[in-house]
């Protein structure tokens, strides 16, 4: 399977945990993002990168959030001192360039309880 | 910011009969992209449209870049119960927005076999 791929699927915290949840792109695409997703919504953006650098991040991404691409491959998206508003599914998404589409991978369902 | 309505919110349809639902927004994109979600799954691609006017097909389903860059269309024709999902639509601006999507809040379609 070449697709995007997501570690854990899914996962149940206690509030004030933190989690780490991983992202492996489609080999060689070199744009990896991040988006989060309520019930009954479509999915928002909050972070993305290009290689190892990350170039945006939402207002969604709050100081407790943070996102790494250390080698250009694989991220990661930490949350610290969870809370029951974190709640919702972590979707990473990758594409060649800034000019093509984005395609997902399955999420990571978090459960603050 | 940007904002997409998508509508219509749900459709409850039978089998074979053709689908349609659309999107707006405020401002404009230069690509659309159709995604469908079934439950507990990332979104996976539909149909991606790049270009104003640019009417695109895949299977069954036709989807159509509105000239005034502001509105997309998805058609699906002689559903199928395999069809039932969460469609979303999202746009694209490079120029302000950089590569993050803006998303609808999505179609529920229910086909009765």
């Known amino acids: 399977d070449t697709g995007v791929s997501q570690n854990p699927r899914h996962k149940i915290t206690k509030r004030g945990q933190n989690v780490t949840f991983r992202c492996d792109p489609i080999s060689e695409h070199n744009r990896l993002y991040w988006y989060r997703q309520t019930l009954g919504q479509g999915p928002e953006f909050l972070t993305y990168?290009?290689?190892?650098?990350?170039?945006?991040k939402s207002r969604l991404l709050s100081d407790r959030f943070s996102a790494e691409r250390p080698k250009g491959s694989f991220s990661t998206l930490e949350i610290q001192r969870t809370e029951q508003g974190d709640s919702a599914m972590y979707l990473c998404?990758?594409?060649?360039?800034?000019?093509?589409?984005?395609?997902f991978g399955p999420g990571t369902r978090l459960t603050v309880l | 910011g940007q904002q997409l309505n998508q509508s219509p919110q749900s459709m409850f349809i039978q089998e074979g009969e053709d689908v349609s639902m659309n999107c707006t927004s405020s401002s404009i994109f230069n690509t659309w992209l159709w995604y469908k979600q079934d439950p507990g799954e990332g979104p996976v691609l539909l149909i991606a449209l790049y270009k104003a006017g640019e009417l695109t097909s895949n299977g069954r389903l036709t989807a159509q870049f509105g000239i005034t860059r502001k509105d997309s269309f998805l058609n699906i024709s002689a559903s199928i119960p395999s069809d039932v999902g969460i469609y979303f639509c999202?746009?694209?601006?490079?120029?302000?927005?950089?590569?993050?999507?803006?998303f609808g809040e999505g179609t529920q379609l229910t086909v009765n076999p």
């Open positions: 998404a990758s594409s060649e360039s800034a000019y093509n589409e984005q395609f």
């Open positions: 999202a746009g694209q601006l490079l120029e302000t927005s950089g590569s993050r999507l803006t």
């Open positions: 990168f290009q290689n190892e650098a990350q170039l945006e």
